[in-house]
């Protein structure tokens, strides 16, 4: 079995302590949250960082609440706590519908949003859903704080907006009180990564879509958001014949590799299905007048 290479640990007092240690260590450092991807990655030797920062003690990144017309989530809430948050359920069920199907227990356990976003793997489902919710993040330095949404958080695989010494505090979602959600993955086997995924909120208005957010992921869609489709659905109404129209749009702004979970025009092909199954369930559930 692979081991990493031998690392300094600190744990980190306050974020302020936290900021100060990344401060004091530069590129050397790397953040600890859950631990499920950037171990592995040490023990690949595709990361090898020289002190840990381990940030499993700040209280002050948990938790899940309303602020305003925002869901705020801290960033060590653990993909367990979002999949069985009562808060998130009753605004958009995209939630629990992605972190049912996100790895296994054990990782849902340890593994948190903020390490989620950080990571900015190509096949991350919750960046799928930030961006369909068109949600943002508070990144703080130590001169302060400032709020990235989430479709420019992403700089390209593996790379974001958070920049040296800058730690990710919370994501932000807006409450949308009529929007129906959705989320649809295909694995290869249970709790594997998506070879696609692709979620939904849409907000149906006099019978037409006033509001719609389209995330995807795994499948090269830039910033894991499909605006074109976005832009074509909205003030029609939403016939199958028009979310049908939707989800080719999105397929088509998709620019899948082919792996070992697929090759490129299956992939596509998912893209559409699956953006178009998430449509029409999240038109369907949709509580607009
Ligand atoms: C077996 C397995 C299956 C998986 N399946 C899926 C899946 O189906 N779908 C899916 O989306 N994901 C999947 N994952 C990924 C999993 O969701 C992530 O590994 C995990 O949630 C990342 O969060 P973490 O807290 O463990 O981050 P860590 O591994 O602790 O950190 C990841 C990166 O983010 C940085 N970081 C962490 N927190 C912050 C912060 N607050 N501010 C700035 N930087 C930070 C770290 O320095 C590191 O570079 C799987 C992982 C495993 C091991």
Known sequence: MQTP????????????????????????????????????????????????????????????????DELVLGAMVTHAEVLSSPILAEHYAIFREAEKVIADPI???????????????????????????????VIQNATGTRTVPLREFHEGPYETKVADGEILT??????????????????????????????????????????????LTAVGAEHFCAPEAEAFLIGKAPSEENLAAAAQLAADSCSP????????????????????????????SSQGA
């Open 107 to 137: 990782v849902r356990n340890k593994g948190t949003v903020g390490g989620s976003m950080c990571q900015a793997d190509p096949s991350e489902d919750l960046s799928a859903v930030g961006a369909a919710l068109k949600g943002s993040v």
């Open 170 to 215: 919370e994501v932000r979602f807006p409450i949308r009180p009529r929007a129906g959600s959705a989320y649809e993955k295909v694995e290869r086997r249970v709790g594997d990564w998506p070879v696609c995924s692709a979620g939904a909120y849409v907000v149906v208005s006099g019978g037409v879509v006033t509001d719609v957010g389209i995330g």
């Open 257 to 284: 590799n082919a792996d070992q979970r697929g090759p490129a025009d299956y992939k596509q092909h998912l893209a559409m299905e699956l953006t178009l199954r998430a449509l029409r369930r999240a038109a369907a």
């Open 5 to 68: 290479a031998a690392v300094d640990y600190v744990r980190a007092t306050s974020v302020a302590n936290a900021i100060a240690l990344l401060n004091e260590h530069g590129e050397d450092a790397r953040l600890l949250a859950g631990g499920h991807s950037l171990l592995p990655m040490m023990k690949l030797r595709l990361a090898r960082p020289d002190i840990l920062i381990d940030i499993n003690d700040l209280d002050e990144l948990r938790g899940i609440r309303v602020e305003g």
